[in-house]
């Protein structure tokens, strides 16, 4: 059975760091590139950050480039998000998600159940 | 960054009801497009990529549509299980972008 498992949210002061983790099973980790993307309270969908299957290649939206960095481990099976200089803006639900093929064109075809993110100001 | 616009926001149906759901894009992506369904409080699921490939799993009443700057997710026949969110994603360029969903509610 395919699964991912992200921890690592909870509440934090704006301007502080948090490092979000997704751990996978079920399936060839390093057959697929990995995401995060996050849905703000009571919003819609947004791609955050992904990685191809071996690390050569990774991108950022435009909100979070420069303050975020995504990573991989493929022999242990996660994925991370180290979040730095979070804002409120940052808030929300994140979730952790797997694209068949290359990094590039990615499809979301399974997603985490997501671990949520709370930045006070 | 390319915009998604998807319409309209809320749409009501009642069971059995064919429904269309249209995604505009700022320019050109081709056949770039992914449908994904989200229900309360479940992750989204994938049910449609490049534009018209149905994904395993996902009821035949589901179809997809379009080209270049327009497209069209359509349920044939509402289920009471497809009441959900519905959104259109890039995977033309990126940063990949999402619609701001669809609504489908029960008349």
């Known amino acids: 059975e395919v699964q991912l498992v992200e921890s690592g949210g909870g509440f934090i002061q704006s301007g502080r760091s948090l490092r979000l983790s997704c751990a996978a099973s079920?399936?060839?980790?390093?057959?697929?590139?990995m995401h995060w993307l996050r849905q703000g309270p009571g919003k819609g969908l947004e791609w955050v950050a992904g990685?191809?299957?071996?690390?050569?290649?990774?991108g950022y939206g435009g909100s979070v480039e420069g303050r975020f960095t995504i990573s991989r481990d493929n022999a242990r099976k996660t994925l991370s998000l180290q979040m730095n200089s979070l804002t409120g803006d940052d808030s929300g639900l994140y979730f952790c998600?797997?694209?068949?093929?290359?990094?590039?064109?990615?499809?979301?075809?399974?997603w985490g159940q997501g671990t949520r993110v709370n930045v006070s100001s | 960054d390319i915009q998604m616009t998807q319409s309209p926001s809320s749409l009501s149906a009642s069971v059995g009801d064919r429904v269309t759901i249209t995604c505009r894009t700022s320019?050109?992506?081709?056949?770039?497009v992914n449908w994904y369904q989200q229900k309360p409080g479940e992750a989204p699921k994938l049910l449609m990529y490049?534009?018209?490939n149905l994904k395993g799993g996902v009821p035949a009443r589901f179809s997809g549509s379009g080209s270049k700057t327009e497209f069209t997710l359509t349920i044939g026949g509402l289920q009471p299980e497809d009441f959900a969110i519905y959104y259109c994603?890039?995977?033309?360029?990126?940063?990949?972008?999402f619609g701001h969903g669809t609504q489908v509610e029960i008349k």
């Open positions: 079920g399936f060839r980790f390093d057959d697929f590139s």
């Open positions: 990685i191809s299957w071996n690390s050569d290649t990774s």
């Open positions: 998600a797997r694209a068949p093929g290359g990094y590039s064109s990615p499809r979301f075809d399974f």
């Open positions: 320019q050109d992506i081709r056949n770039y």
């Open positions: 994603q890039q995977s033309y360029s990126a940063p990949w972008t």
């Open positions: 490049f534009t018209s």
